[in-house]
């Protein structure tokens, strides 16, 4: 662990069950990610992405191993850590506006109100969404809808902001608008940010380092990017590095996606 | 812009005219039957409409509208509020804590299977014959609807958002006034709704078995005394009471449960079935 880790995981393994039925999702992960840095996850489909983000976020407990941020052991939610989770229709709250959607776990810190408003309203307006509190949910369009579940994030101040395939429920053209509008978000704050995805793409073309996960999940490769930043989705697509990287990625995921399909490794 | 919702309800006001005009018909036709044919009768099951209507006029809505019409609306209202309150707290508990409900099942289940009435008896002896034996089974009858939709409801909130409400760390209270509570909702308001029909019957049936005063117990002795008038009469009022009280839930229910119908319409229309008809 080196002095900037915000966030290490240390042998971490999550086995369901017990006996001849037990089930690992988590083999044995091991990982730092160091302060301000952009973390991007990648690993093929159920290979327990989630499963390593719930134990990470302090929502489910590991069988084995440490999840540490700022050197505190997670046992609990983590108050320096908030989640963006994949389905944005499930984790907001259709009975709240925007903004009481967004204030919710600010309440519950006790911030004064005008703390509160103020931090809302800086939050919607860093997501473009300025204006937009007194709407509900289900008012918005799903775009719209995870840029609050973004804002609602970033209002919470978190050190680490973790993200559960964000983009995988909305439109291609909806999805490279929002990776623009987080890396903006992500320049402009320095955030650390862990992003779980199974968009090679999309990894590739915001992060600074990948992880590639095997399945069960544990590190089977870590790539460094060094793309030019700020990225856009035309020019930094057009480069030749860009391909190379991404097809060494999509060799590494398939790879792993194959081996599992040949039977060799559990169905998680 | 503006012009266009304005010329759409233009466009509507025949066709909703059309529809009051259409809901009016059936009732308007049915007081014309009763009244023509009850004109001349001389079986006193059958007495004419107008003595009804004086009835209505000159004793339910002149004395009794205090003596027994508001009595019985306050053993109503008790009843039911009581009912909904213990209903949601306790479904909410038993519906948090599975223990709970694994030792209360059995308990409920068979209470619940008791018709009402039949506990009017025992609502006496510990009630005593006042209005608390009433108030208690117009509760203990229709706090069932409440506490197992309550139940059902808190059980079925969906784990993400409660993985939501954990995460970002927005403690017990919260997580069960505002989360928890308004997903288990609809539900709650549709058992609320239930409770609300049973109550009106239990208050009658409570004030037939005993007491002094209440509409039940007016259209009681007014059929001991053959003034049928008097007990349609008394029936009419049961009605209205009723009807309104299930227009002012229906007004409520609108309220809260805005976002519920947004929240469905949405879903509707991204699933192509289009939005709310």
Known sequence: MTAGTVLAIDGLRKTYGTGPDAVTAVDGVTLDVQAGELLCIVGPSGCGKTTLLRCIAGLAAPTEGTVTIDDQLVTAPPPALALVFQDYSRSLLPWMSVHANIVLPLKAQRLPRAERDGRAAEALAAVGLGGLGARYPWQLSAGMQQRVAIARALAYRPEVLLLDEPFASVDAQTRADLQDLLLDVWERTHLTMAFVTHDIDEAAYMADRIVVLGAPARVKETVEVDLPRPRDQIATKALPAFADLRGHIFASVKAEAGRRSAGDGPLV | ?277
Request: hydrophobic share 50%; net charge positive.
């Open chain 2, 1 to 277: 812009m503006t012009t266009a919702p304005l010329g759409r309800l233009a466009r509507r006001l025949p066709v909703l005219a059309g529809r009051s005009a259409l809901q009016l018909l059936v009732p308007a036709g049915l007081l014309l039957l009763w009244w023509r044919t009850s004109a001349d009768s001389t079986s006193y099951l059958y007495p004419p409409a107008r003595e009804v209507i004086e009835s209505l006029r000159e004793e339910w809505l002149a004395d009794r509208f205090s003596s027994d019409i508001l009595p019985s609306l306050r053993r109503f209202g008790e009843g039911f509020v009581l009912a909904a309150v213990i209903g949601v707290v306790a479904g909410t508990l038993i519906g948090l804590v599975p223990r709970l409900q694994r030792a209360t099942q059995p308990v409920t289940e068979l209470v619940r299977s008791i018709p009402p009435p039949l506990l009017f008896p025992f609502a006496l002896v510990v009630f005593g014959i006042g209005d608390g034996s009433k108030v208690a089974l117009i509760a203990l009858g229709s706090v069932w609807p409440v506490l197992l939709n309550t139940v059902d409801g808190v059980r079925g909130v969906d784990p993400h958002v409660l993985d939501v409400a954990r995460s970002f760390r927005i403690g017990r209270w919260r997580e069960v006034t505002r989360v928890v509570l308004p997903a288990a909702s609809p539900k709650i308001v549709a058992g609320l709704r239930i409770a609300l029909s049973v109550a009106l019957l239990l208050m009658v049936v409570s004030e037939m078995r005993g007491g002094t005063d209440g509409i039940g117990f007016r259209i009681r002795s007014a059929e001991r005394t053959f003034d049928t008038a008097a007990s349609y009469a008394g029936v009419i009022v049961i009605g209205a009471i009723g009807l309104v009280a299930n227009l002012v839930f229906v007004v409520i229910e609108g309220r809260l449960m805005r976002w519920h119908r947004g929240a469905r319409g949405r879903v509707d229309e991204i699933e192509g079935r289009g939005a709310l008809a």
